[in-house]
């Protein structure tokens, strides 16, 4: 079989006001895509999480408008203060922009994921067909898996598990359908195959965490697993191809 696909569903663009992790620019970014072999990747910038989501979500635009291998994820916020637009609005533009995916960061904005103020924006992503993508550290797994339960239609991919959260993974995998992890940061021993034998391998998505992680790291615990070759093809895009409704590629 040839080299599976590689579709990052977690990267970040700009620079990082932190950690030394270069200029967040998009050519680094591509860069390291081709050092390891990434194809394409889901991308958000630090403006929208760090800064001022709005402003971030413009500029995401701009900088990813001729980049076919870069898809944009804006990040929400609550309808309540108004900064992104009424809820039906944001999603209808992020629809008509070409965004497949929000991300959310409850912990770093102020609010609570499965409250109230977040409701109606999350009910109009998933009207408007977009993924949710939420780092595991931005909330906690009882508000992930209420979320997804009360909008079953609603695609989560939760971000940056950290190889400590296997039993709560496995928990909320049994008994949602709609929940799906993304592998950046999660190192556990065996951890990915133990997951893809007892959920399914398309209940996982490939995920670097890239530019705060290195992304060899997450291609390397994937090519080199002992998963079989379809199911390692699954995680690698297929199953993030299908939740976006692309054609599955296979090489």
């Known amino acids: ?45 630090t ?57 959310a960061y409850p912990h770093d904005h102020g609010y609570d994921l499965a409250g109230p103020d977040a409701a109606s924006m999350l009910d109009a992503i998933a009207a408007t067909g977009q993924l949710l993508l939420v780092d595991a550290t931005q909330t906690t797994w009882p508000q992930l898996e209420a979320v997804a ?33 993304g592998l950046s940061n999660f190192s556990s021993h065996c951890g990915v195959e133990w997951l893809a034998e007892r959920f399914g391998a398309h209940r996982l998505v490939f995920g670097t965490g890239s530019p705060e992680h290195d992304p060899a790291e997450a291609v390397t615990r994937l090519l080199y697993s002992e998963l079989d070759d379809a199911a390692v093809a699954t995680i690698a895009s297929g199953q993030l191809q299908r939740l976006l409704g692309e054609r599955v590629s296979t090489a």
């Not at 080299?3 to 950690?19: I, K, N, S, T």
């Not at 030394?20 to 394409?40: K, P, Y």
């Open 1 to 45: 079989m040839a080299e599976p696909v590689l579709f990052d569903v977690d990267v970040l663009v700009g620079r990082h006001p932190r950690r030394e992790v270069g200029a967040g620019t998009v050519a680094e970014l591509l860069s390291a895509m081709d050092r390891v072999g990434i194809a394409q990747a889901l991308v958000g910038h």
């Open 47 to 103: 403006l929208s999480w760090l800064h001022e989501p709005a402003t971030g979500n413009k500029r995401l635009l701009e900088l990813t408008a001729d980049e076919p291998r870069l898809r944009p994820c804006w990040v929400m916020l609550p309808e309540s203060c108004g900064e992104v637009g009424r809820p039906e609005e944001f999603a209808t533009a992020a629809t008509i922009a070409g965004v497949p995916a929000i991300r």
């Open 149 to 181: 339960t009360a909008r079953p239609a609603l695609p989560v991919v939760v971000c940056k598990p950290g190889y400590r959260s296997l039993r709560r993974i496995a928990g909320i995998l049994d008994r949602t359908t709609n929940v799906h992890i």
